[in-house]
């Protein structure tokens, strides 16, 4: 019996590992540039840039104009710009940069997508020297920016068989700051296909908590127990969350402006805390002590105003 499951295991390894060394390496950026000219879209899929990228720090260049350009340095991505603070002295949490990317493209790649994924805390995105979408707006300072994080997808064409894509960000706002998310980069089609599988589970989630919510909520109709409204809630929290994270089309509805949503998402998480415990606390009322439950509740009131009346400068360093 031994003997058969170590073969089993064995046999399992290696095709885990067979299977990843079929795959390759991936591609990665060295030097502000990224050889694609071998890479196969169509039968690799979607590619994350990670590596060295050129970086100009409190420099906005200006990508229509082939000789502008400034003070160089090379930045990993993903990661934050307040990390090469240990090496550069000069560069502050606070502050605008521009991101260089030089790609050598295969033949037959004239339009591709991006997937931003926490950007912090406004972006501009331009190919060979084209604007091709924003999120916010990125400024030179805190009154000329427009927070945006995220965005599901940013699709551009271009010409040639290569591609400088440039980003600006500014943050003047949040404890975090530059591409920490990272960027993925894929053709229109793959990365289209991507969103919809994930907008899926996002949206089969959300159903599943909503489900869960309001059944709940109609048991707590018919026998008052309060454990029931608070587990409704919860259910509807993560619903919210789930919703927060997909960046669900149903959110631009609202048209909430990126510091309401920034507002919403750590009020989300924090509300999470206190209803947790008045669930526990309605069920268990003799076995949990009064101290903990008074403590844990007049933490996450504190905490809630706290994000409710202070800017995004003070209350994003509240979730560490």
């Given amino acids: 019996m031994y003997i ?3 073969k089993y295991t064995i046999g399992l390894l290696i095709m885990v590992l067979g299977s990843f060394l079929a795959k390759g390496v991936s591609p990665v950026v060295e030097g502000g540039v990224l050889d694609l000219r071998e890479y196969n879209f169509k039968s690799d899929g979607p590619l994350e840039l990670t590596g060295e990228f050129e970086f100009y720090w409190n420099q906005m260049l200006n990508p229509a104009l082939s000789s502008d350009s400034g003070v160089v340095s090379y930045i990993q991505v993903p990661g934050s710009w307040y990390d090469l603070n240990k090496v550069l002295p000069e560069i502050e949490r606070y502050g605008f940069a521009t991101y260089r990317l030089l790609i050598l493209l295969p033949e037959g790649v004239n339009r591709l997508s991006f997937k931003a994924d926490r950007i912090y805390s406004a972006s501009g995105f331009f190919l060979n020297g084209k604007a091709v979408d924003y999120l916010g707006y990125p400024g030179v300072n805190k009154y000329q920016t427009l927070i945006e994080y995220n965005k599901p997808l940013i699709t551009g064409s271009f010409q040639g068989s290569e591609l400088e894509l440039l980003i600006k960000v500014s943050n003047f706002n949040h404890r975090n700051s530059g591409i920490l998310g990272g960027l993925v980069m894929g053709l229109p089609e793959q ?17 599943a908590f909503l489900i869960i919510g309001f059944y709940f909520l109609g048991l707590y109709l018919i026998r008052s127990e309060q454990y029931r ?5 919860i259910c509807m929290l993560m619903a919210l969350r789930v919703a927060m994270i997909v960046q669900v089309p149903l959110l631009d509805v609202f048209n909430l402006n990126g510091l309401t ?3 919403l998402e750590y ?5 999470l805390a206190p209803f947790f415990t008045l669930m526990i606390f309605s069920i268990f009322p ?7 439950f008074k403590t844990i509740l007049w933490v996450s009131a504190a905490f809630i105003i706290f994000v409710i009346l202070t800017p995004i400068s003070l209350f994003s360093f509240t979730l560490p």
């Fill in 191 to 207: 990365m289209s296909q991507q969103r919809q599988k994930e907008l899926f589970r996002g949206h089969f989630l959300m159903g």
């Fill in 4 to 6: 058969r499951s170590l």
């Fill in 229 to 233: 409204v608070y587990f409704s809630f």
């Fill in 261 to 263: 949503l920034a507002r």
């Fill in 286 to 292: 003799y076995d949990f002590p009064k101290w903990a």
């Fill in 267 to 271: 009020v989300n998480i924090y509300l």
